[in-house]
């Protein structure tokens, strides 16, 4: 029986490790964007951003509130991008980090309306200094 309990206790962890290592809550990346992102790297200073998949309004104000927005969908910004939106436009979670001067992270998180590759809306809710 002791035999057993070494390789049980394990197996529970692996299976523990595997689950967290992805937040569901947090948007995948878009690795293989058209989007033209190196203007909006210029405004915030950094050398590159990236942006995730495609992403619906729900998930926007889900992970806003996730995010500790209690009420992202009250937001002039929100409301911005609800009028602006068109049919083929996309909501996307852009990141724009760097390495600060004493070494932490420095830039923007925020989600952003896109057409035609360019940002035409966007709704702040993470700032990091």
């Given at each position: 029986?002791?035999?057993?309990?070494?390789?049980l206790i394990a197996l529970l962890l692996a299976?523990?490790?595997?689950?967290?290592?992805?937040?569901?809550?947090?948007p995948k990346l878009d690795r293989s964007t058209n989007l033209d992102l190196a203007p909006i790297a210029q405004r915030f200073g950094v050398p590159r951003c990236s942006?995730?998949?495609?992403?619906?309004?729900?998930?926007?104000?889900?992970?806003?509130?996730?995010?500790?927005?209690?009420?992202?969908?009250?937001?002039?910004?929100?409301?911005?991008?609800l009028q602006a939106v068109k049919p083929s436009d996309q909501l996307r979670q852009v990141i724009c980090l760097t390495r600060g001067p004493q070494g932490y992270a420095a830039g923007d998180v925020f989600y952003g309306l896109f057409r035609d590759g360019k940002m035409v809306a966007e709704m702040h809710n993470i700032i990091i200094n």
């Open positions: 029986m002791k035999n057993l309990v070494a390789p299976i523990i490790c595997t689950s967290c290592s992805h937040d569901p809550a947090v942006v995730s998949v495609p992403l619906t309004q729900e998930q926007v104000i889900l992970a806003a509130k996730r995010q500790g927005d209690p009420h992202p969908e009250e937001r002039q910004e929100w409301m911005a991008i």
